[in-house]
């Protein structure tokens, strides 16, 4: 059994700071792994990373844990949270030492005293987040934001700031200085066919994400501006009939999910020859046999009359099936996976064939082409569906990724899903019933801020009643970014500090005060890590976001809180967010998602939460060679391994 | 950051909780920053060394062999060489797999690529060029690299003439002639080099539909006899049965038939349950009457070649032969698809219906062809189909095994050639020529790049110096035998001095005679400089202004190359990219 300190809660998550360290910032580079199997394995993904480590000490895994479940929501920000984490961890230490009033807490010695004052101050840190932080981010950092639009995504030179930038600077943080723009470009190419004119880009990204798989190819030995996108629909498989050279157009297609010659005994059935009663002529397995391939006869013989002439299956086929095709000139894949099956379902509009004599004209697909394809050492088959710009309102498209090696072009390819994941994130709809507030708010938030005195009230009166109530999920409308390089962590910094002011001078809830304090301290070691490798850069950067945080504004807002300010006030705070946003899209620092900025924060206040309240470890020990049922059934009802209990 | 470095190490690998046997796992090896490590710089200079030394013509061969008695193996081939390498070093790793599968794609250049990446990290290195900026320009220089061999005045660029098969067999022979594991004399690798562009031509259809689909090029191997009895045939040779070997041949169209099925007498897919059979049925005579049944067909059908994937049941078989078919069994799946596109038969599986007429195929005629102690059955094509097969044959079989890959390779390279009907100048001279050229524009760009990548002006200049010395010490590598390496100021070719030659020889131009693609004759007018020396930069002259000049006689393949200079950097980058390296050492 071993008691948990708060030393030993940091030393881990410092340990794993330490490693995360390298890959992170501008300067950052990669991460190279080998497993035991001797595979070589490349990233500069903190979640990767972290899940490659196989780490031994319960509290890391917990943390690893925490981590995956957040980069796998929001694809982004998986070093910053271990960072943020290891930097509140240290904050808390510190103030907890300082504490003085709950050392007298019972006669425990000054280390538990310490746990407590730690345990207690992550709770009030969650319940800070979980109801302020959201007003906070919508107040003060929304403001220098700004909105990008998504129509314009294969414009070459979009206005400032464009969602290019924000994927070139996602990109940046994962594949380092080179192909970066190429990639952004090869990004913004598939987004733009895959986007219907109508609809939720939203739904878009999911769609991408959840069929990413199926969607692309990863071919290696190639260098990687070899990527390219490809028209239509790839099949992982290649033709298991010799390919026939047809010149019909368009090619009709059929989708089977069992065996085309049917399976006359399926598992535990008995066939009997010989027996007493059926002692005839014909009671010869051959009769059997030669059924089921008169059956598979009449099969293509059926489909030869609808004009199929590409058999797509799950299953493999029998040889005579793979031969009576070929004879009949059709194509035939064998072992396509699940997820391209269902690919080609939605994307085709016909259900797979789950009987083979049941074949009806709606199971038949329609496609432009369907040939073999090339790519690095396979071949598969590609193909196109017929009018599914009219049906889908999409352009189908297939990505295929190169890269030198494997291990790169497995990295590429995680980064593209990642950034999916991000976008997501970013254009993550708002609830039907935040839409009413949020109407009103983007008269506050976007650059298209009225000076219509009623208007900033309304929008400033919708913050407050956001605050009010803890359970609203997310105030930050789709597609709100902000300038990289830790904009986000100085503007969240400077207004937890001015709240932290207001609330001491309006309110007098002292325990509030050390809460948004360790926050706001705890966030600026991300930039000052962003700018390690020279310090000057960091005041630099530090002074350029703070020149153009409005002083009066927070406290008004603050004010506001309380009482509805007058209003010309809030007049008086529209105008001047609209100068600093256009004064720091100057600033070449890139773009982040502020949607995914503030997931972060939150699951980072989470993960502490929970791993303060551990407070023991259990170190059970497994019995490898039980000679006794008594010992292990007490080893049993000893708890598994650490008590766990995740915060809500 | 330094400091907190060495807490890391201390994570441990978790141990294994599904197996039985539980053994503590150690500890992962944590390496910080490697490439400061003057252990792996160490392995990374030796590994440079081993490839550069087993580089061209007059490599150095290597022999690998295990710790267990196992073969060995001689060879100096990128792929076979990569694969035996094993190393502690993940970096290495990450070179070797970037180079294999280049050469698995592309069939060539595989060490180009691997010396040049390993230089590349080097020079970057021994010039303190800082790791981001390296990364930055190298990627820049590459985009000049590329973009000059993709220009039309491009200088070591050569078009490909396929009215005339000389420059095939050039750059056939430059793949065969770089590979001296084979063991070739001049002309024997002539020979070699013709037979390869013969069989590429013949597997280059006539009468193309769109999209071409090449032939295929089967390979015969015979050990034993000299080299120049190597042969190519149209049409396919399969092992003759020994019931065969007395045959004379067969004349006149030859009806076909192919089966992909089992002619063994096993039972059909009837699923996945039981079959209980009772006393007195006998299923096996029952399925047996059946293929006889279909054997009969066979002959009323005029059968005269009876070929199967797979086994034939022995009665069948002794059914058939007495009737006076040639019967072929286990030929393999990697046969069948040559053989329908011979035949022009659809290969048959349904053993219960009759065989439909539209299965039969056609050969010409067969003959009987003895390679040494091997028969081998001839059949040739009715019309033009694509396939032929290539008879291969060296002394022992070690040469012989080096013999097959550097056919394939040629294969390889020549097919390239049809989407890219150019070739680059081999012996170096490409080498030397990008390195000039880069040198060159680097200097006059270097402001306009400086403020695109965001680095001083100082280093990019170093590590363009790096990226062209990286190049330079490429074609260096070409040299074993002590002699020195220079190029000429004019066109910047690649010239090799043998080791006894003088400065006053070099002045006098009669030093070499020719550079090393053998475009350029030796002349008093050039001057020159040893490679790796400093030397002004100067922009290299097109190849038209030379006189003489002669047909290249050593050629690349552009394809390859381009990729493998492609491959190399983006993998160098990637190496000068880590900055932690964590090793599962279980």
Redesign the interface.
Known sequence: MERLHLEHVL?SV??????I???FGP??????????T?R?M?SRSGERILT??????PL??MVVECVWKHSTITGDGSKTFVLLLASLLRMIRATAAKEPHMSRLHNSTAAAAEAATARHLADRLLEFALTELDGLIALNVLPHGSRVSLDDITAKTPPEPSFQTLLLSFFHTRL???HCEFFRDLMCELLSRWMGKTGQPSSSFRFIDNNFPALHTQV??????SSRLIEGHVIHRDFAT?WP?QNRRPVKAVVFSGYL?P??????????????ES?TED????R???W???SL?SVIATLQSFGVSVLLCALKQ???A???A??AGMGLVECVSDEEMSLFAQLSGVTPVPDSWAVHPEHIATLTFC?PLIL??HRYVHLDFQDAEERLKVKPCSLVIC??????TDQYARAFQAAIRMLLTAWEPVDKTEISTLDVKETFISNKCTSLPTDAISGESACTSCSMHPHQKCVIEPGCVIPAGGTFEFLLHHALHQYDRSCSVSVSISAFVPVSHILANALLSVPRQIY?HNRKRFLQAQTRVMALAPQQSHILGARLRQTDGPPEDGKQSARSCRKDSAALTLLDLGLESVSCKYHLVLAVVQCLTSLLRVNKVLRTH?V?HTTSHKLLSARLESPEDVDKDESP | ?QA??P??T??????S?TT???VKKSP?V?T?L?LSSSDVRDKLRLMKELLGSCYGPTARLKQVHNNIGGSVVTTSTSSVLLQAITSSR??I??IK??VL??????GDCGLFAAVLCLSLVEEAARRGVG??AA??AY?RLLALCTGYLQREDCGCRVELDFCSSRSLIALARTVVSSKPTCVLAEPESAHIGRLAVRAFLLTVPCDA?D?VRLGRTVTVPVEGRPVLESAVFPGLLLDAPEHLCGLAGVRGPVRAVLF??SLAGD???????????????D?DA??L??LLELGRQALEDGVKLFVCQKVIHPVLQHYLRCGGLIVIERVGVSLM?PL?QLTGA????????AI?S??YGEVHDVSIRHFGSKTMLHLHPAGETAVCSMVLCHRNETMLNELKLVCQKAEHVLRLTLREPWALLGGGCTETLLAAYVRHKSKNDAPEATSALGCSQTEYLLAAEAFCRSLESVAACLEHDGGASVIDLTHAHHWTLPSDVTEQHLEGGTAAALCGCGALESCQKKKWSYLNSECAEFSPAPLSTASPLRQPAVLDSFSAKV?AL??AV??A??VL??????????
């Open positions: 030393q410092s340990a794993l700071e330490s490693i360290l390298r890959s300067e950052g580079g990669q991460v190279l792994f080998t497993r035991d001797g070589v490349l490659a480590l196989h780490l031994e000490h890391a895994r380092g200085n080179v290696s030995g190639l260098p990687a501006v010799p050279q010659q399976r006359l005994l399926a598992a535990g059935d008995v066939l009997e020859l010989g027996g007493e002692v009671a010869s397995v051959v059997f046999s030669s089921t391939e008169r006869e029998s040889s005579a793979l031969a009576l070929a004879q040939k690095g050492a890269g030198p090696g494997e291990e790169q390690s497994t490898l | 950051m907190s470095v807490t890391a201390r994570i441990k690998m978790n141990s909780q039985s046997r539980l992962s944590c910080d490697p993940p970096v790793g990450l797999s970037s599968n280049h050469v698995s794609r592309f790791n981001s990364i930055r990627d539909p999209p992909s099925a039972l059909g897919e009837l699923g996945d349950g039981r079959i209980e059979v009772h006393a007195g049925v299923t029952q399925i009457d059946r698809e329908i659809q290969p048959v599986a349904t053993l219960h219906a439909p539209a299965a990729n492609r491959v983006e993998t980058n990637l990219d880590v900055r932690y390296v964590i090793q599962d050492v279980n």
